[in-house]
């Protein structure tokens, strides 16, 4: 008998996937094994963390994966406006980013100065088509099309799994504005050397480019896991807007050196100059990086999130 999953939403949308043997599969996309009674146990999603900026009219997300549970039962599937190119990431840019947007105070105090940087705020051709598969650092990657919801629905109960109506409606509505989705997962025969860097945070992050139209965050995808989740997006966009629920703290990077930002957070904070080889390479003219920070439960991550038009 043909097993058969839940699907649930993560960042994007889990569809188990295509790649290999069908396996269940969850984490940041959660997709239990069927058991026994009226319904599979939830999986949640936790936590929530990209790497947004631009150049011309293609967004670069970097996506840090972090996972509990049997590397080879991980897997990610995201919707980008057009088809996409994907690669890991090198070097430590999370790392990176959080040292950059964690304000450095002064050491003397100065009680009228308060740090001001947060603030609260089908036919002839098949229905889902696999573009592209390869190989990138550990994970096992595909990009994927689809031509209707129906034909999804369909290639996803052909493939083992079922979806809820949270994520039905969800994968409509990028299908309907005909967007793509990248899938990835654990490579066979790497789960045992990736483990700990899983749990930890430490893989490699996924980088995925894409043609667009404005630079967002498919928000709205993730609502299909139930519960709080935790999100940090880092974003370069010279005027970050304001998101109700989010908190955002602003800081400017100046280029002094080949490996070096000068950073200013802003008033009530010391503007300092330190290495950022990854950060200098990925924004070799640096910018306005905001970090946006929530905890949000399903209902309030039924949105999209835009940050500038491109």
Wanted: charged share 20%; proline share 9%.
């Amino acid at each position: 008998m043909k097993k058969r999953f839940q699907v649930l939403a993560g960042v994007g949308l889990a569809l188990g996937l295509l790649l290999g043997t069908i396996q269940p599969t969850h984490g940041c996309i959660a997709i239990p094994r069927d058991r026994p009674g009226p319904t599979p146990n939830d999986i949640k999603l936790p936590e929530q963390r990209a790497f947004l900026y631009s150049e011309g009219k293609t967004q670069h997300m970097i996506l840090s994966v972090k996972y509990e549970g049997p590397p080879g039962e991980f897997a990610w599937v995201i919707p980008t406006e057009t088809q996409a190119k994907v690669d890991v990431q090198g070097g430590a840019p999370f790392h990176e980013l959080w040292k950059a947007t964690t304000p450095r105070r002064p050491a003397r105090k100065a009680p009228t100065i308060r740090g001001a940087g947060a603030t609260a705020p089908g036919a002839a051709a098949p229905p889902v088509k696999v573009l592209e598969r390869k190989a990138a650092g550990p994970y096992d990657v595909a990009v994927l099309q689809a031509s209707t919801s129906g034909g999804l629905y369909d290639w996803l109960k052909k493939n083992g799994f079922s979806t809820n109506n949270t994520v039905r409606q969800a994968l409509s509505s990028y299908v309907d504005k005909n967007w793509y989705f990248v899938a990835a997962r654990i490579r066979p025969g790497k789960e045992g050397q990736v483990g700990k860097s899983l749990v930890d945070g430490t893989i490699a992050p996924l980088k995925i480019s894409y043609q667009a139209k404005e630079l967002s965050y498919p928000l709205r995808v993730t609502a299909g896991n139930p519960g709080t989740s935790k999100i940090e997006l880092f974003v370069v966009n010279a005027k970050p807007p304001q998101h109700a629920g989010f908190q955002v703290q602003s800081f400017t990077l100046t280029p002094k050196s080949p490996t070096a930002f000068e950073i200013d957070g802003g008033p009530g904070t010391d503007i300092y100059q330190d290495a950022f080889p990854t950060l200098r390479k990925i924004l070799p003219k640096g910018g306005t990086l905001s970090k946006y920070s929530a905890v949000l439960p399903a209902e309030q991550r039924k949105r999209e999130l835009s940050f500038a038009k491109l």
